[in-house]
């Protein structure tokens, strides 16, 4: 007989942790990279196991392998770059040990594709990010945006020309410059009120369209 030391309550046991977890970004730590054979004999790979760190799947694992040695040449570079990517991810781009790379945080880009055997769904890291990108991400979602996109369209409410031009037409209509140079009865003969007014109505005079379309803009 021994003691558990936990009450089983404590845990749910419908949590299928055989189902992969939606594609997304998350936090996470490497605690495995194992390096090992490939079943060929052709070549090795570092197998590595990462846990998350928070949110609803915390503590579940993601697994993936990576080559560092394999006669496709094309593999072998793929591979290589990906564990180039950790590291950069990490801080540390001159990685020489599988062991400079466990228990340190970094952000994983998850997607989910079926098993080329099995054909039953499974995870796959397809990106690697520091943790200080996606800290600040969470903290700041407008990071990304251009300081033009946050606030559009302010420099061009009201340019400095329209400022201008609205006062100048209403303080010397130019219809009013007439009746300043009409002479004297002994210099020129009567002026015919009907062709021009000495006082003519105000709703003779035509709001220039240039004023209205400034105005509307």
């Not at 942790?17 to 070549?43: E, R, S």
């Not at 503590?59 to 591979?79: C, K, L």
């Not at 599988?98 to 997607?111: A, F, G, R």
């Not at 559009?152 to 409410?157: K, N």
């Amino acid at each position: 007989m021994a003691n558990l030391g936990f009450s089983t309550q404590a845990y749910d046991p419908n949590i299928n942790f055989f189902t992969p977890i939606p594609a997304g970004d998350y936090l996470a730590m490497i605690d495995k990279a194992d390096v090992k054979m490939n079943k060929a004999g052709t070549g090795h790979y570092i197998a590595f196991s990462y846990i998350i760190l928070e949110g609803q799947y915390a503590e579940r694992r993601v697994f993936d392998n990576q080559n560092i040695s394999h006669p496709n040449q094309q593999a072998e570079n793929i591979g290589r770059r990906a564990i180039s990517a950790i590291g950069q991810a990490l801080g540390n781009p001159n990685v020489q040990d599988s062991d400079q790379l466990l228990n340190q945080p970094l952000v994983i880009k998850v997607t989910i594709r079926n098993n080329k055997q099995s054909n039953e769904p499974e995870n796959v890291i397809r990106g690697w990010a520091s943790k200080d990108s996606y800290q600040s991400a969470a903290a700041n979602p407008m990071g990304n945006m251009p300081p033009t996109q946050q606030t559009p369209g302010v420099v061009h409410q009201m340019p400095p020309t329209q400022q201008v031009n609205q006062t100048t037409p209403t303080q010397v209509p130019p219809t009013q410059t007439a009746p300043q140079h009409v002479a004297t009865p002994q210099q020129q003969p009567p002026i015919n009120t009907q062709q021009v007014p000495s006082n003519p109505p105000a709703g003779n005079f035509e709001q220039p369209v240039w004023n209205q379309s400034h105005a509307t803009a």
